[in-house]
Each structure stands twice: as structure tokens, then as C-alpha cells.
């Protein structure tokens, strides 16, 4: 089983992402939960959200404390809420930023492994807005392999529909452009 | 078989309750409801079925609109949670007492104050003495089966009450899982038209439920109890049947591998899983644990939950509510006075945890099966709470 946590901010699509790849992941045959951090939703502000997806039946209905990935969606989360929080040894961090690798190892005193791509940017050129959720998806299938892409095609038409080509462009350039930062 | 998707437990509850050829809904939104409230609303108002959708003010109105419209013959449905459900308090027992077979999704949610719209039990406990049938459920997949075959229960004509189940607010209603839907044509032969025994109809003036003298109304309370205690057997010939039909077996008590377990937990709703994960846990290190879910709250199961818990030495009991100022949780003290007169009884530790949305994890279950071994016990204790 692979837990993710996702933090983004209120209005960014952070549940969306979730919803996305649990759909995916079902769709694929796999056992998958996505929920929101629960609460009252509150716009910009940060939020989390969750991603459970196994091979097997899921039997845990608890948040997620120690997950195995991390997605920031929003840049300027880093250095402002502790990210890294609870993440595996072996854990996976990935971060949408346009600034160096580095950089963010720096500010967060991170040492694991490191996956950045400039999401906003790629959003913006692909989908004229500066909302990355759908974006960061095509990083999270690179960097975890949990599902290969085409397994994103359906939700995503089904969600977005005629803009569902454009969120999957900028999924895939995510996906090609991401970059595994050198080891600490 | 059901075509396996992906969906929201929320939106997959009026789904199932869409398959069940309802004719009128009346449902007030409310936190972490809303979104059962919202899609039957679309479902109605898209025409996908041919049934009113009653917009209430409030959730009192919703209760009483559906007495009428159920009085009337109708296959009436609600959902609501928390401070809806403490606001239809009132009209509950008469629904009841009226015989009239309403069924209502209720997402489990804490009660004010403080305001608080996360999962507990404390909504539904002060409705257990209301008259209804109260399931509980442990995954979205039990919400869609039990939303079904709370009608067919509810309408029986050996039952003729109303049936809530209980769907746990956020753990549940807002998670996206797999699930299985049976069809429409399955549904329709397993949950026929309903047949009502009496009703309201402009031609043929009856009256139901008025006025009853010191001289009748104990027999009426003792009317009451001896349908809802004679529910149980309904309940269980309908769980058969759906397993007959579709496969998924239900108990009235559900056990897990408690077979030779010294320590047994008792839990009710999504409790029930991760409490089950923990067990797993403490199984590999050779520790005789299990695991007691109660799926029927009332009519209380009581010789299911007996055999259920034959043998084991101790049982220990969640409860994700209290009886405020009384002698622990509810779910506790009901089984207390069901083991008092017994002879070889075990030992019960009462728990009180998970209030308010307080998180229990899978090493919070394999802590408070650890409260076994603690010498002596309180009447009940709370859990993980800072002093």
C-alpha cells in the first residue's frame, strides 16, 4: 500500500488530484480511498489531502501520518507548513516549484528524496491558469509509478470534459519534465 | 454481478436509495450530509426517477412531511446528521409509533456545542430509544446494501417501522472507494412495490395516531417494543436473502477472528476496520485478540451478541459517545445489564474514544486493547484525552 498526503491551498484542487488518482487507481482494478483533510473548506488557505492505493482491500479508516509521498502544489507551502511531516525514511517528496532543487533542500532541511517540476508554469501554458492539481498528477505517476498515464484519461474526461485534453497535455509535460534532485 | 466503480460513499448512498423506487424524499442539508442532501436532489430533479423531492425549512419539517407522505402509502427516504437529527427528536418516536416504514441515512456527526461537525456517535444515541431500527455501517459498500435493505426491512409486514442507518460523517460520506452497485432490474425484484397495511387516502377517512387514555397507552409502548424486538428476525431473513442475491453476507453481530480470542473490542461503524487491521497486527505477535461488531444497535441483538462473546475473558467495549453524568457509554452500559444476570460473564472495560472527529489510527485500536491487561478498571475511561 502506498499513502500519499497532498498539500496545496483551499480552491487549488488538492481534493480534485485525490479524487482523480483514486478513480484511476479503482478504475485500474486496484483498492483506493481519496479523501480531503475533513473540514470546512476555506479558500487559500492550506490544505491537505489523502490518498491511500493498494493491490489488496483497504482496512484502515484513519488519517495518514506517515505517508510515503508528499506533494506540495502550491510553492509558497515550502518553509510554511511542515511539509515533511511524518514522511518515511524512504519516503518521496515532490514539489511544484520553479526554483532550484537545492534550494528547497535548504529551507526544509531535507535530506530524502527529491522530485521538483515548475507546475504553475506548465499549467499555465497549457491550460491558461496558474492551477497545477491536474499537472502534479503526471509528476506523481513518474515519481511513484503507481499507474502509468493512460490510466488518468478516463477521470480526467469524465471531470473536466472538453478541457480534459488540455489537463492531460499538461499532465504528461509534468510527467517528462519533472526532475529527480541529486542526492543529499 | 454489480459493475465496480469509484465514487464517493456520499454520493453512492442516494445512488442505492435512487434504485429503491422511492416516491418521496425530503431532505435538509447539513454538514457532513450535504452531499446525500444535494445528489437526490439532482437525481429527482434530473428526472432519472419518478419520485417528489420536498424542500423543507428544516429538518423537523422533512421528518413530519415524509409522516404524512408515508401515512399516505408513499416509500419515503431523509438523510441528516447531527443537529438535524437532535431537530427531528421530537417527531421521532411518533413516526415510529405510527408504524409508518421511513427510512433515513444518518451521517454520524458530534452534536453541539462546542460546534463541532465531525464523526461520533453522540447524534444518534439520544434517538435510541425513538422506536426506529438502527443500522450501522463500516464501508461504503455496507451503506449502499444496508440503504436498500432498510426498506424491505422497514416495510416487512411482520416490521412496519422506520429504519435509520447510520453512515459515519467524513470517515465515510466523504471517501472516495470502490464500490459495487447492483442493478436496477435486481434491485426491483429483491424490493417490491411497498404494500402498505393502512393509509390515509381521501376516499376511505381513517385516523392514525392521535390520542391514547392512561388505560392504552402502556399497551401501546408494549406494541411498540414487541414489533421492534420482533424486527430481528426480519433483519436476519432479509441479510440472508440479499447474501442469496448478491453475495455480501451480513450479521446482525459480526465477529472477526474471535474464535479463540482471550480479548475481544466491541465496536460499532468504520471503528470496525481499522480496529480489524490492529487485530492483524497483534495476531502476528501470537496476541489472542478479536473483534465483535455490532451492526444492529437496536433491537439489540442480544443472544447473537452472547454467542458472540462466549468464552473470552475479556471484552472491551468503544463507545463513540457518553451517557453524560451516567455509567459510561451507551453501547457499554446496554451491555452491562445484558451480562449482569449471567453466570460466566467476562470481564468488560468500557472506552470512550474517537469524539468529535479525534482520529483513531490502527496503533490507537492495539493501545486500548492494551487497557486489557491494566489490573483494575474505572467504569469506563476516556481515551487519548489531555487532562
Known amino acids: 500500500m502506498i499513502e500519499i498526503r497532498w498539500h496545496g491551498r483551499g480552491g487549488q484542487g488538492a481534493v480534485t488530484s485525490v479524487e482523480m488518482l483514486a478513480l484511476a487507481a479503482i478504475e485500474a482494478g486496484k483498492y483506493a480511498q481519496g479523501f480531503p483533510a ?147 | 454481478m454489480g459493475k465496480r466503480v469509484g465514487m464517493e460513499v456520499a454520493i453512492a448512498a442516494a445512488e442505492a436509495v435512487a434504485l429503491c423506487n422511492i416516491d418521496v424524499a425530503a431532505v435538509y442539508p447539513i454538514t457532513p450530509q450535504s452531499h ?22 428544516s429538518e423537523h419539517s422533512a421528518i413530519s412531511a415524509l ?68 443500522l450501522f455501517t463500516e464501508n461504503g459498500q455496507e451503506a449502499i446494501d444496508l440503504s436498500i435493505m432498510s426498506f424491505k426491512i422497514a416495510e416487512d409486514p411482520e416490521v412496519m ?25 435486481e434491485v426491483a425484484k429483491f424490493l417490491p412495490p411497498r404494500k402498505p397495511f393502512a393509509q390515509l387516502h381521501p376516499d376511505n377517512p381513517i385516523s392514525m395516531g392521535c390520542f391514547a387514555m392512561p388505560d392504552t397507552y402502556t399497551e401501546t409502548v408494549k406494541a411498540k417494543e414487541v414489533a421492534l424486538q420482533g424486527a430481528k428476525k426480519v433483519v436476519i431473513r432479509v441479510f440472508s436473502e440479499w447474501a442469496k442475491r448478491f453475495g455480501r453476507k451480513y450479521g446482525v453481530v459480526e465477529t472477526y477472528r474471535a474464535k479463540d480470542a482471550e480479548t475481544l473490542m466491541l465496536t460499532m461503524g468504520s471503528m470496525g476496520e481499522t480496529a480489524a487491521t490492529a487485530v492483524d497486527e497483534m495476531r502476528k505477535k501470537g496476541k489472542k485478540v ?22 473470552c475473558k475479556t471484552l472491551v467495549v468503544m463507545d463513540r459517545a457518553l451517557s453524560t453524568g451516567g455509567a459510561g457509554g451507551p453501547v457499554a452500559t446496554d451491555i452491562k445489564s445484558i451480562l449482569y444476570g449471567e453466570k ?41 484525552v489531555r487532562e
Open chain 1, 38 to 184: 475533513f473540514g470546512p473548506e476555506r479558500r487559500g488557505a492550506p490544505v491537505m489531502a489523502f490518498n491511500r492505493v493498494s493491490d489488496k482491500p483497504i482496512k484502515i479508516r484513519s488519517g495518514i501520518y506517515q505517508p510515503d509521498v508528499v506533494v506540495v502544489l502550491d510553492p509558497s507551502l515550502v518553509g510554511l507548513v511542515p511539509v515533511t511531516d511524518g514522511l518515511k525514511p524512504a519516503g518521496i517528496l515532490i514539489v511544484n516549484t520553479a526554483k532550484p532543487a537545492e534550494e528547497i533542500r535548504k529551507k526544509l532541511n531535507y535530506k530524502g528524496k527529491l522530485f521538483t517540476v515548475d507546475a504553475t508554469h506548465i499549467a499555465r501554458e497549457e491550460l491558461g491558469l496558474p492551477i497545477a492539481n491536474t499537472t502534479m498528477l503526471g509528476a506523481v505517476l513518474k515519481a511513484t509509478g503507481v499507474l502509468g498515464l493512460n490510466a488518468m484519461k478516463s477521470p480526467v474526461e469524465h471531470r473536466f470534459g472538453r478541457v480534459a485534453s488540455k489537463n492531460l497535455s499538461a499532465m504528461k509535460r509534468a510527467f517528462s519534465e519533472m526532475k529527480a534532485a541529486k542526492a543529499a
Open chain 2, 36 to 57: 446525500i442532501a444535494e445528489h437526490m436532489a439532482d437525481i429527482i430533479h434530473d428526472g432519472r426517477i419518478d419520485a417528489e423531492f420536498i424542500t423543507v425549512e
Open chain 2, 67 to 134: 409522516a404524512g407522505a408515508s401515512a399516505a402509502g408513499a416509500r419515503a427516504y431523509t438523510a441528516t446528521s447531527s443537529q438535524g437529527l437532535m431537530l427531528m427528536h421530537e417527531i421521532l418516536p411518533i413516526v415510529s409509533a405510527m408504524r409508518l416504514p421511513i427510512c433515513m441515512a444518518n451521517a454520524n456527526r458530534a452534536v453541539s456545542g462546542p460546534l463541532n461537525i465531525w464523526n461520533d456517535h453522540t447524534d444518534i444515541m439520544p434517538q435510541r430509544d425513538s422506536g426506529w431500527i438502527c
Open chain 2, 161 to 185: 417501522l422506520p429504519c435509520v442507518v447510520n453512515i459515519d460523517g467524513f470517515q465515510l460520506t466523504h471517501m472516495i472507494e470502490p464500490l459495487e452497485f447492483p442493478s436496477q432490474a
Open chain 2, 290 to 311: 478479536g473483534l465483535v461488531k455490532l451492526r444492529l444497535w437496536r433491537p439489540f441483538p442480544v443472544e447473537e451478541f452472547k454467542a458472540a462473546i462466549a468464552g
Open chain 2, 344 to 384: 460466566k460473564k467476562p470481564r468488560v472495560l468500557n472506552v470512550v474514544a474517537g469524539l468529535g472527529g479525534r482520529d483513531l489510527t490502527v496503533g490507537d485500536f492495539v493501545n486500548m486493547f492494551g487497557l486489557a491487561n491494566k489490573k483494575k478498571n474505572e467504569i469506563f475511561e476516556f481515551y487519548g
